[in-house]
């Protein structure tokens, strides 16, 4: 089993909808949980981090369900913009002996708005 | 100027051929990465260093080896190419000490690189 997975899609949904991805992970004790975004031939940018309590960012709110292991991303009023490859990514402990971390990142799911 | 960047941008070689990715940073950042993706596959962990004399495998390490000759600096090699290491690479940073942006990987531009 893929330590993050993540829906490949695509998803492609009108402008002004409202589409939610899910992203699982495997490792309970991870910590830190991110969404990138990535357009095209270039390179991945935080697009927003997920805490315990989850949070907001204008059209965009990130939510973490630890009990379940999954974190979420909802996009609402969605704009042609928005189309990209999302990336979920999760903050994984390198030993339980070491507080050294590494990131593991899904593969991605791919959003596309239609006018 | 771009605070992460990558040389070259874009290589096509032949198998066999070493072949050195060379990443550089003005951030600061004390931790390093290189990556590959691949259509469906995402992004995947080659090596990482957490600092100079700090190098550590990835997920994928085999057929690469990584030099961490300064802070700045962060080179990857493919010491004989073979047609499955056609991918684009990434090069990344992340500044654990910082307050803001824990864990936040900074994305240099990537160089995509075929072996023909």
């Known amino acids: 089993r893929k330590e993050v997975e993540q829906d490949p899609g695509p998803f492609n949904v009108p402008e002004g909808a409202t589409v939610a991805f899910n992203c699982t992970y495997s490792?309970?004790?991870?910590?830190?949980f991110f969404w990138y975004r990535q357009d095209c031939r270039k390179e991945p940018k935080l697009l927003m981090s997920?805490?315990?309590s989850g949070n907001e960012d204008g059209r965009f709110t990130a939510q973490l369900n630890r009990a379940s292991q999954y974190i979420s991303l909802l996009i609402r009023d969605s704009k042609l913009s928005d189309s990209a490859t999302y990336l979920c990514?999760?903050?994984?402990?390198?030993?339980?002996?070491?507080?050294?971390?590494?990131?593991?990142f899904g593969s991605g799911t791919r959003l596309s708005i239609r006018p | 100027d771009a605070d992460v960047t990558q040389t070259p941008r874009n290589r096509i070689t032949k198998t066999g051929k070493r072949i050195m990715l060379e990443c550089s940073q003005t951030k600061g950042h004390d931790r390093m990465y290189w990556y590959r993706q691949d259509p469906g596959l995402g992004l995947r962990l080659i090596y990482y260093?957490?600092?100079?004399?700090?190098?550590n495998k990835g997920e994928i390490s085999d057929g690469y080896s990584v030099s961490r000759q300064a802070q700045a600096k962060f080179s990857l090699s493919l010491e004989s190419a073979i047609p499955n290491q056609t991918a684009l690479y990434f090069c990344?940073?992340?500044?654990?000490?910082?307050?803001?942006?824990?864990?936040?990987?900074?994305f240099g531009p990537g160089t995509r690189l075929t072996v023909l």
């Open positions: 490792n309970s004790a991870s910590q830190s």
């Open positions: 260093s957490f600092d100079v004399k700090d190098i």
């Open positions: 997920v805490y315990s």
């Open positions: 990344a940073t992340s500044d654990p000490r910082s307050r803001t942006s824990y864990n936040e990987q900074f």
């Open positions: 990514a999760v903050n994984v402990q390198r030993s339980p002996y070491s507080s050294a971390s590494k990131i593991i």
